[in-house]
């Protein structure tokens, strides 16, 4: 764990990102996230949106229920940090799609820049899944990708997967869906409240291979 001090906060469509200079220097890698320890009441999952190791500041996104946790934390407050928690995702080739609804990106914004960082051809698009799964012009947006970020509910994960199939997607490339919605409880892949299909996103993921996301007839429930 590491202390860091809350050095600003600003609202972002849907959410909210804190701005956090931390105390010690730490390597993050996209797809890992991090979490904010509140002594005695919480432990918040947060994803990451931006991290300067030059600067040592790390930007945290948060949206839903935990944003009223977090708004009440005043500016300079030294905030107790947990992480980079996770696996990495596992960089091939040269071109990346990141693929979600207009409400999610900002989970992948840290992904996003990292890529673009390191010279890799970053393409972005943002589509509502569920009317576009036969779309000629979307199907041919999404082809000839080395890896794809997906990042959309719960309740379309089938259609995304017919997605994939209707796009002929090629079977050398790796497709990770962001599963979040279930509880990231000890965040260590020990007490199982986060196991999804027979994976555990706190430990494994959040970032899962969709080849391990078994299908059954919970998946898509809305």
């Given at each position: ?93 040269s071109k990346v799609l990141a693929l979600a609804c207009e409400k999610e990106i900002y989970k992948i914004q840290y992904i996003i820049n990292y890529m673009k960082n390191i010279g890799l051809n970053m393409d972005i698009v943002c589509l509502d899944i569920e009317d576009k799964v036969k779309d000629p012009e979307v199907l041919k947006q999404i ?80």
């Open positions: 764990m590491i202390y860091g001090r809350l050095v600003s906060k600003f609202n972002v469509n849907y959410g909210i990102v804190l701005r956090i200079r931390i105390e010690e220097p730490i390597k993050i890698m996209p797809g890992q996230y991090m979490a904010i320890i509140i002594p005695n009441k919480a432990q918040l999952f947060t994803y990451i949106y931006n991290f300067s190791d030059y600067e040592n500041v790390i930007e945290l996104y948060i949206q839903g229920q935990r944003r009223a946790i977090i708004e009440s934390i005043p500016i300079n407050k030294r905030i107790l940090l947990e992480g980079p928690l996770g696996l990495p995702i596992k960089i091939s080739g082809v000839s990708h080395d890896i794809i970020i997906a990042v959309f509910p719960k309740r379309v994960i089938k259609e995304l997967k017919k997605l994939f199939t209707y796009a002929n997607i090629s079977s050398i490339t790796k497709i990770y869906v962001l599963i979040d919605w279930v509880g990231f409880n000890c965040m260590r892949g020990v007490c199982d409240v986060c196991a999804f299909n027979g994976v555990l996103p706190c430990f494994e993921g959040p970032f899962i291979d969709i080849n391990k996301i078994k299908l059954d007839d919970s998946v898509g429930e809305r």
